[in-house]
């Protein structure tokens, strides 16, 4: 359906979990607390998609916190995948132990993944992630493209963190099929707050003059793509804060207790759990009014105060 802008609401990202195994240094702090006892069960995200299917939403991703630390997550994609009208469903994962389920994944549905990868070296990804392996995510990406499952990979730079890796990552794109894409650090964290560590996605096209824009290849992707001669894969930019890109948003998103978030950067929430039991009677018309009333853009700025962590909403 369109907004009160004529924006096409038909991207829908729905959080399954605030739950993660890894702390990462932008996303939430390390002594945050997760819980579970509120995660939406099947019958309710069975309620949420149909109605969200009639309202015209063609694409899902699925993210957390974690998808992956949901036991039930192979349901959940069977699920969203028998929606004829969802032709796009990818999750978004930190990948931590997607090898040994990608098989089942893919044959539950999946055919997209966008994999969170900071750094190609050990430490700083241990570090950035607060615990996590590289390993571990090197394997889920190497298993994903060879269940013929199509790869993203996000790259939230760190000004002096991993912003000497830029050269690193645009050289995977170059090599493997695969699109890498460089996020600009947004206010969420303490880390994230901090204007001086984010790294704007001009720089990157300073560094590589080579790379040239290409057309985007679905026209909800919140990147700008570009690719050079001889290049297997993209690199994108996703710039929220230098290029704010509000007006083509296309976004809806559902958090992991059911509270529907019509923008990433304002931190207004609808309750739709009054609407999710039984039947589900009166929640379509709930989601009409509240995805009509989608706010014209993010309000982050020097003052932005979130009042929830990225993992609470789902990125
Ligand atoms: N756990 C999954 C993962 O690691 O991809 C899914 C959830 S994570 C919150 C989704 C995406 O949000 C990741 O690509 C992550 O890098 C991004 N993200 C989290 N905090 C961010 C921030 N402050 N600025 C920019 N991107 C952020």
Not at 18 to 39: F, I, M, Q, S, T
Request: neutral net charge; hydrophobic residues 40%.
């Amino acid at each position: 359906m369109r907004d009160w802008m004529g924006r096409d609401l038909h991207y829908l990202r729905l959080s399954l979990t605030e739950r993660c195994g890894l702390k990462c240094v932008y996303c939430r702090e390390e002594n945050a607390a997760c819980a579970d006892k509120e995660e939406l069960g099947l019958p309710e995200l069975s309620l949420l998609l149909r109605a969200f299917a009639e309202l015209g939403v063609t694409k899902v991703r699925l993210t957390g916190g974690e998808p992956l630390v949901r036991r039930d997550l192979e349901q959940i994609v069977h699920l969203a995948a028998g929606f004829e009208t969802i032709r796009d469903l990818s999750i978004t994962t930190n990948a931590q132990g997607l090898a040994e389920r990608i098989p089942d994944l893919h044959a539950a549905g999946l055919r997209r993944v966008n994999i969170s990868l900071d750094s190609l070296d050990e430490e700083r990804y241990r570090r950035m992630t607060r615990g996590g392996d590289l390993r571990k995510a090197l394997a889920g990406l190497e298993a994903a493209f060879r269940a013929g499952v199509k790869v993203k990979l996000n790259v939230v730079l760190v000004r002096g963190e991993n912003d000497g890796e830029i050269d690193d990552f645009v050289a995977l794109a170059r090599e493997c099929p695969l699109d890498v894409r460089f996020i600009e650090l947004m206010p969420f964290s303490a880390l994230g707050a901090c204007g001086d560590r984010r790294v704007p996605g001009a720089e990157i096209l300073e560094r590589h003059p080579e790379l040239y824009p290409v057309s985007a290849r679905d026209f909800s992707q919140p990147s700008e793509d570009y690719r050079a001669d001889g290049f297997a894969g993209r690199v994108g930019l996703i710039n929220p804060i230098s290029h704010k890109f509000c007006k083509d948003c296309t976004r809806i998103r559902v958090t992991s207790d059911g509270r529907l978030r019509m923008c990433l950067g304002v931190n207004q929430e609808t309750d739709l759990r009054p609407w999710l039991a039984g039947t589900g009677d009166g929640l379509y018309q709930v989601l009409r009014n509240a995805m009509y009333w989608k706010p014209e853009s993010h309000s982050f700025s020097e003052q932005y105060q979130a009042v929830r962590a990225m993992n609470q909403i789902g990125g």
